[in-house]
């Protein structure tokens, strides 16, 4: 499965970034690309004050874009995140659309980013958005897949549930920051491929000096085993990783983690 991350810078213009973001997705089909990933809050700067203005309801212009890009193209489209606009709520979301530009998922981000680092990033999403209330995964000719966005990583959990439900590859459309992203970033994505040994792409927008909220970018890719695949710097980019799924099994078999759980001790489980 060949993924593309794209690592695009955000600019203050919404149509322009919509626009870029196309752009990269011609250039990652053609290539050959199965599935093209985006950043969190590709066509937004990020900031609590941008999210409403920027944002869009169901079928808006951002997600017409992609999903007839998508059936153009005849390529998957994670597409990053953007705002959603539903009955008087912001979301951070992510839309899915499959070859023939059909949206087959949606997550809206779960755990909302409210952190405050001494000395260092300080965010809170919760003053403007509302969080998911779903675990998403999807579908495809190359088996169930998954879905989150950015400080969802954190929670092992849904990761494991993720992976429980069948995902062997896991997508987090993210902005980490240059406070937790040189400290967490990389540990963050081996981690969770080594718990769940499934793939994780990792996709950011490209640094940007100059903005208030600097993204860390450095998208990737981690194997079952925990191995950085792919590993892009600040700058913009598209980066390509042939993600070999029969790695999972192999893994699994030889490092038998999942099946050999003490269910009967603990469990994770779906609400
Ligand atoms: N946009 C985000 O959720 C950022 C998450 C982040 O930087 C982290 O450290 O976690």
């Not at 008087?88 to 059909?102: A, C, I």
């Not at 950015?150 to 549930?161: H, I």
Request: one cysteine or more.
């Amino acid at each position: 499965m060949r993924t593309a991350l794209i690592q695009m810078s955000v600019a203050a213009d919404r149509e322009e970034n919509i626009a870029r973001a196309c752009a990269f997705l011609r250039e990652a089909a053609a290539r050959d690309t199965d599935v093209a990933v985006l950043p969190e809050m590709f066509c937004c700067p990020y900031q609590n004050h941008c999210f409403r203005p920027y944002g869009e309801a169901a079928n808006g212009p951002a997600q017409a874009a992609l999903s007839a890009l998508a059936a153009e193209l005849g390529m998957y489209v994670v597409g990053g995140s953007l705002p959603e606009l539903s009955e008087g709520r912001v979301y951070n979301t992510s839309y899915v659309y499959d070859r023939q530009g059909r949206e087959i998922a949606k997550h809206r981000k779960v755990h909302l980013f409210d952190i405050d680092v001494a000395g260092g990033q300080r965010f809170r999403e919760s003053d403007t958005l509302s969080p998911g209330d779903q675990i998403t995964t999807f579908e495809t000719e190359f088996g169930i897949l998954g879905l989150c966005i950015c400080f969802d990583l954190r929670f092992e959990e849904l990761s494991r549930c993720m992976c429980l439900r069948g995902a062997r590859v896991i997508f987090v459309p993210a902005a980490f920051n240059m406070t937790t992203g040189p400290a967490h970033w990389e540990l963050l994505f081996r981690q969770r491929a080594v718990d769940n040994q499934c793939f994780f792409v990792g996709v950011s927008p490209a640094r940007d000096e100059s903005a208030s909220y600097v993204a860390y970018g450095n998208s990737l890719v981690t194997d079952p085993w925990g191995t950085v695949l792919c590993r892009a710097a600040g700058e913009e980019t598209i980066l390509y990783s042939d993600l070999d799924l029969s790695r999972v099994d192999a893994v699994r078999h030889q490092l038998p983690i999942l099946s050999a759980r003490r269910t009967d001790l603990y469990e994770v489980r779906e609400k």
